[in-house]
């Protein structure tokens, strides 16, 4: 089955009736030379130019040249467009009622027209804290060779260590997180690790994260804690690979310590 659809754009009252129904379930894109005009809480005007349009179903409308992310005119879901001809040219009107915008484009040349049938869907995040964790319940050995897991949230009188882990007669205690992690986090590891050699453990610390300060790693490095790495692993991971896979299939390697 075809996404999109390529519509006719020869006959300019037939153009506008079809797209006019068409808006209410497809997103329509039409690239071709148009000027703009915006009135509402300020006024624009930007004159004839080759442009991108895209209307979507829910109202949401955006032109865009050919630099930057950001529209160079847009309205907000919930805007309503009008289609007509004028002078055998398409225009189309965007109104936002409340505060009351209008956006006017008419088309001086279309290039094409199509009308796609797009999914709607929400992004799976991956690289969240609680996310890091999970993988690394799911694969120990990414911190350490046949390391098994001891606990989540282990409570000391420092606050919760992430994970802790057991490889043989030794504790592993984990910190992650999910920016670039400073002096803060490996001294936070640091007091976890002191508490439970204070017990008479042996004890090693790691911490994970996605990027490290240099003044962090130098500590790091002193107190002979090792650094998981995740900005490299997404880094070096394929393409068509998430994170979440590349942990599952991949050993870590580890620095520091």
Same mark, same amino acid.
């Given at each position: /089955?075809?996404? +999109?659809?390529?519509?006719?754009?020869?006959? +300019?009252? &037939? %153009?506008?009736?079809?797209?006019?129904?068409?808006?209410? &379930?497809?997103?329509?894109?039409?690239?071709?030379? /148009?000027?703009?005009?915006?009135?509402?809480?300020?006024?624009?005007?930007?004159?004839?130019?080759?442009? %991108? !349009?895209?209307?979507?179903?829910?109202?949401?409308?955006?032109?865009?040249?050919?630099?930057?992310?950001?529209?160079?005119?847009?309205?907000?879901?919930?805007?309503?467009?009008?289609?007509?001809?004028?002078?055998?040219?398409?225009?189309?009107r965007s109104v936002r009622e409340n505060p009351r915008e209008e956006v006017l484009i008419e088309f001086n040349d279309i290039e094409f027209v199509k009308a796609c049938k797009l999914v709607h869907t929400k992004l799976a995040v991956i690289g969240r804290e609680s996310d890091i964790v999970k993988m690394l319940l799911?694969?120990?050995?990414?911190?350490?060779?046949?390391? $098994?897991?001891?606990?989540? &949230?282990?409570?000391?009188?420092?606050?919760?260590?992430?994970?802790? /882990?057991?490889? &043989?007669?030794?504790?592993?205690?984990?910190?992650?997180?999910?920016?670039?992690?400073?002096?803060?986090?490996?001294?936070? !590891?640091?007091?976890?690790?002191?508490?439970?050699?204070?017990?008479?453990?042996?004890?090693?610390?790691?911490?994970? @994260?996605?990027?490290?300060?240099?003044? @962090?790693? $130098? /500590? =790091?490095?002193?107190?002979?804690?090792?650094?998981?790495?995740?900005?490299? =692993?997404?880094?070096?991971?394929?393409?068509?690979?998430?994170?979440?896979?590349?942990?599952?299939?991949?050993?870590?390697?580890?620095?520091?310590?």
């Amino acid at each position: /089955m075809k996404v +999109c659809l390529d519509i006719d754009t020869v006959n +300019c009252a &037939d %153009l506008a009736q079809k797209l006019s129904f068409l808006r209410k &379930d497809m997103v329509l894109i039409l690239a071709g030379e /148009m000027n703009i005009e915006y009135v509402g809480r300020a006024s624009s005007y930007a004159p004839s130019g080759s442009r %991108l !349009l895209i209307l979507k179903p829910d109202g949401s409308l955006l032109v865009h040249e050919q630099l930057r992310v950001e529209p160079l005119n847009w309205q907000p879901p919930r805007s309503t467009a009008h289609f007509e001809c004028y002078n055998d040219k398409l225009r189309i009107r965007s109104v936002r009622e409340n505060p009351r915008e209008e956006v006017l484009i008419e088309f001086n040349d279309i290039e094409f027209v199509k009308a796609c049938k797009l999914v709607h869907t929400k992004l799976a995040v991956i690289g969240r804290e609680s996310d890091i964790v999970k993988m690394l319940l799911a694969n120990p050995s990414i911190v350490e060779e046949n390391a $098994t897991i001891v606990g989540v &949230d282990v409570a000391t009188p420092y606050g919760k260590v992430d994970i802790l /882990m057991k490889k &043989d007669d030794k504790l592993i205690v984990v910190e992650v997180k999910n920016e670039k992690a400073g002096i803060t986090a490996v001294a936070q !590891l640091k007091r976890y690790v002191e508490f439970y050699t204070s017990r008479g453990c042996r004890v090693e610390g790691v911490l994970v @994260a996605p990027d490290i300060s240099s003044d @962090a790693m $130098t /500590m =790091l490095i002193k107190e002979g804690f090792k650094f998981v790495n995740t900005n490299t =692993l997404r880094r070096s991971t394929l393409a068509d690979k998430t994170l979440e896979k590349f942990f599952k299939t991949k050993r870590v390697e580890v620095s520091g310590g």
